[in-house]
């Protein structure tokens, strides 16, 4: 019965963690978010990049020998 008492301990705790938790608003996701995608675009593009660059030079590296 001890697990029992502990486990009911846990989420009662875990219950008024939640409570004291400030949450971010609706704009601050959105903002956040927009954040994300653009940082993901970015990366996105310059890794492509880096990728045909790299791509080029050993398919020219390949072709001289």
């Known amino acids: ?15 008024g963690e939640f409570r004291r938790v ?9 903002n956040s978010t927009v954040v994300v995608l653009a940082v993901v675009v970015v990366l996105a593009v310059f890794l492509a990049a880096v990728d045909m660059g790299l791509s080029w030079i050993v398919e020219r590296i390949l072709r001289w020998g």
């Open 22 to 30: 400030s949450w971010p608003n609706r704009a601050e996701v959105v």
């Open 1 to 15: 019965m001890r697990f029992f008492e502990r486990v009911k301990q846990f989420v009662h705790e875990v219950a």
